[in-house]
Structures are given as C-alpha cells and as structure tokens.
C-alpha cells in the first residue's frame, strides 16, 4: 500500500505522489514569537514532525520550512486589534526584535527537547519584507486589491470559490467576522499591507509603494512557501484554527497570483484541549491570554519533554486530544519501559521484517500512530530475541521519534558537568547573563542544560531520530 494521507481541500483520503523527483516540499506555519509556545501549539509541530519521518520513511527526501511570525499578526485575525509583536514588546519593555530573538530562541530549544528535526529552512517574515512586497504588487496589477484610510486590501468577491477549504459559504464566513468590517467591501476581504497609523511610532515598519507600514499575516505565508518552495508544492500544514481564515486567505491570495492553491495539499493537526483545573484557562489554551502550560511546565513537574511526544503519539492527529497530568504520568511510564525494553540488548540484529510491514502499513494509512505505538509494544513485550528486538524498536523508532537509540548513552562529559555547576552557581547568584553564556557554552559541546525540580540534568543536544 502507498502512503495515503488525508488532505482537507477534497475532505479525503488520498494517495500521495509527490509533486517532483528532488524532494518534498512542506511547508508548516510556525510561531508567533511574542511569548513562548504553549504545548498545544507544539503538538502541531510534533505532528508535522511524525508527516515528515512518514514521508522519509516512505524514502522520499523532504524540503521542511517554517515560518517564524514576527510581525503583522493583529490580535484579531480580521485586521483589527495591535500588533501582537507591538503589544509583546510594550509588556516586557524591551524592543519588539529583542522579544522575538528571545521566544525563537525559547522555541527552538523547546524543538530540539522533543527531538523535532531540524527543518531545511527558518524563515523570519521581518526578514522577506521584499518578497512579501512584490507578491502584493503582483495581486495589485491583477487587480484584486483596492486601498481603503488603513492598508491594502484583498478582494476576496474576486475568487469564485473563496472559503472552499472550510467549507463554509460566502455568508457564512462573513457572518462569522462579528468586529466592524470598516470601509472593507466585504467582510470576508483581509488586509495586505497595513499603514502605520499618523502620529504612532512602530517599531516594524517599512516604505512600500502604497506608504510606510507593515505586511498582514496571511502574505507572509504565502511569499515565503513561494520563495522557497515555489507556485506548486506538495503539502502546506498547520493547525485547525488556519483552516476558515489564514489558510483560505493564503489560498486566495495564490489563486489570484497564479491561478493554483501553491500547495497541492492541504493538512491540519487538530487541537490539544486543557481543562482548568489542568493548567489552562478555560481549556482553551489561548497563548495572547499568557495562561498557558509550556513544556517548562512540564519538565518543572519532573517529566521528560520526551514523554509529551508519547503523550501526543496516543492519539490520532485528526483528533482533539485532552490533556492530563494522569496521562502525562502514564505516558512517562510508558516511555521509561519502552526505553528499558530497547536498552537492554545487544547492538547488531535485525529488524523483524514481518513486524516492519505491519507497522508501514498502519503509517502508510494516514499516520495511525496510536496503532503503530500498539506495535512497538508488540515487539517489546513478544517473543523476538534481545537484539532483534533492539533493531526492530529501533526501526520503528525513525517514525515515533522517542529517541530510544539514545537512551544507552553515556554520561555528559565531565567539562560540561563543570560547566553546568557553574551555571548553577551563576543562576544562583542572579547573573543571568554569565548563566545565558555558560548555557551557551555547554551547548556548543553538543549538549544542553534541562532545569528540574531535582536540579539541572544534562541531556545531548540532538537525539539521532
Ligand atoms: P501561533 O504561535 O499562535 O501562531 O500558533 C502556532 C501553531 O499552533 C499553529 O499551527 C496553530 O494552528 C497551532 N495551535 C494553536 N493552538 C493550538 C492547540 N491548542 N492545539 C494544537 N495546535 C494549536
Ligand atoms: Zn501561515
């Protein structure tokens, strides 16, 4: 069986066959960098992540980029509201590129301890003001813009099949977007570039041909998957909540560009739920409202970033999942088992090749991690013997990426141990720049600092996948 994945333009399962013979382009929309990533945020790339080994796995080579917003996404997704980078920076009192640096680097450390693997590309929208500028310019002389007192509009009546993606009908969707359209044509129309307002001051802003301001958040996405990816790739993802506004709007925008959706397909990880009494506010999990769990949360509990991966692998991407610090626990329990179970072994054997088949088969459909975990513990409670039981978890591993290979490593060596008490000694003392430069160092030796309630644990930097 080939690999099927289910793709919510067509609202179905479908073959994959990837778009050229040099790799699979995919594109993830990445985080807003106002404040660090909530763990519902990142069970969105955790399932990217799992979509690119299933790819590999199936051996095709995969061109993975993400964005990374740090500009142009208003509190409101419908053009209203502050500029949540604006807003992030007035509230720690720092310049807005100082407050991204910080949280990118806070994600991209949250990324590596869920052993999430390096994508080909970072794009930074700040970065591709030119790109963004000349893919309005292009809508612009096609004629699908119109400019009203505050940007640069989208006209999204000039699609026929505007919305298409959510399903949801013209008036439907407008009825949905409640704040006050303004001298917007239709409801449904998005701002392209947005003037900087007279007599405010932003800290991002730049000279267009339509005057000095700020890309939105949908033209991003689309002038940077176009910039690296080009008008015709293979798969653009991202969390539900894309689906009725960001990605409709992206896929509009593409349409007007050049007459096809930029990516042919079209996938969505679905939502991690918590309940208040779990740690969220009101089991939405809402990152602009600052009361969130993140995976510091987690591992200040004790637990592996490592047993949320395990966590989100018990259930299907296209379904909610609810959070639990009791299936937290038991996620760790069955990690650490799992662990053992690969640990104690000889090196050498080989995967069982019966077992290999299945297991393609339930990635193959769709990405049926919970089954293909169901497998994993086949092969280690069953009959194979120790180093074919290694090499087999080991295999199945590539996919799950719990990083068991790993789990039979060696102590840190002893100059980063060094290096991680006198970091505890700096922390300790409140110097926090001499903390941020010893982390740094012991980083650069390939490893990395977890801070736990039983004290700083050193951890290798990259789990092999
Ligand atoms: P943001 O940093 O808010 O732009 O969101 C980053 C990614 O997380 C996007 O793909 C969102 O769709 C996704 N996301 C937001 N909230 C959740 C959640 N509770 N569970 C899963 N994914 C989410
Ligand atoms: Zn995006």
């Not at 779990?278 to 047993?307: H, P, T, Y």
Request: hydrophobic residues 40%.
């Amino acid at each position: 069986m080939a690999l099927v994945l289910y793709d919510t333009w067509q609202r179905a399962l479908v073959p994959f066959t990837p778009s050229s013979r040099t790799a699979v382009g995919l594109y993830c929309c990445g985080p807003t960098v106002y404040d660090y990533a909530h763990i519902g945020n990142l069970r969105t790339y955790l399932f990217e992540d799992w979509l690119r080994r299933a790819l590999e796995f199936n051996g095709h080579a995969v061109r993975h980029v993400i964005n990374v917003t740090d500009v142009g996404h208003l509190t409101s997704d419908a053009d209203s509201g502050e500029d949540k980078m604006e807003k992030g920076s007035r509230r720690h009192g720092r310049p807005a590129l100082e407050i991204a640096d910080y949280f990118l680097a806070a994600f991209r450390r949250d990324w590596e301890r869920l052993n999430l693997l390096p994508p080909a590309v970072w794009c930074r929208a700040s970065e591709h003001i030119a790109e963004q500028i000349a893919f309005i310019g292009d809508l612009a002389a096609r004629g699908y813009t119109y400019r009203t007192d505050d940007g640069i509009y989208f006209d999204s009546s000039r699609i026929a099949d505007y919305g298409f993606l959510a399903r949801l009908d013209r008036d439907g969707l407008a009825a949905g977007i409640r704040v006050d359209s303004g001298q917007k044509r239709t409801a449904t129309d998005f701002a392209l570039w947005k003037f900087s307002p007279v007599g405010v001051r932003r800290q991002m802003e730049w000279d267009s041909p339509w005057g000095r301001g700020f890309p939105g958040w949908h033209i991003e996405c689309s002038a940077m998957a176009r910039r690296y990816l080009g008008d015709d790739f293979d798969i653009h993802c991202g969390g539900e909540d894309h689906i009725p506004v960001h990605h409709s709007n992206e896929i509009a925008q593409n349409q007007a560009c050049h007459g096809g959706r930029g990516a042919r397909r079209w996938m969505h990880g679905y939502f991690l739920k918590v309940r208040p009494e779990q740690g969220g506010e009101a089991g939405k999990m809402s990152k602009s409202s600052g009361d969130f769990l993140r995976l510091d949360s987690l591992l200040a509990r004790g637990f592996d970033a490592l047993a949320y991966r395990y966590l989100c692998l018990t259930a299907h991407y296209r379904h909610q999942l609810e959070f639990s610090w009791e299936g937290l626990a038991a996620a760790q329990t069955a990690l650490d088992r799992l662990r053992e179970a690969a640990a104690d072994a000889p090196d050498g054997g080989q995967p069982d090749a019966a077992l290999m088949a299945r297991f393609a088969l339930e990635i193959d459909n769709d990405l049926n991690l919970p089954r293909a975990l169901a497998l994993a513990w086949e092969v280690a409670r069953g009959p194979l013997p120790p180093a074919e039981r290694r090499a087999t978890l080991l295999a199945l591993d590539a996919v799950l990426g719990l990083g068991l290979e790993h789990w039979r490593r060696e102590d840190a060596p002893a100059r980063a141990r060094e290096l991680a008490q006198s970091r505890e000694a700096a922390r300790g003392a409140r110097q926090w720049q001499e903390a941020d430069r010893l982390r740094a160092a012991i980083e650069e030796m390939g490893w990395r600092v977890d801070d736990t309630p039983a004290g700083p644990r050193l951890m290798p930097r990259r789990l092999p996948g």
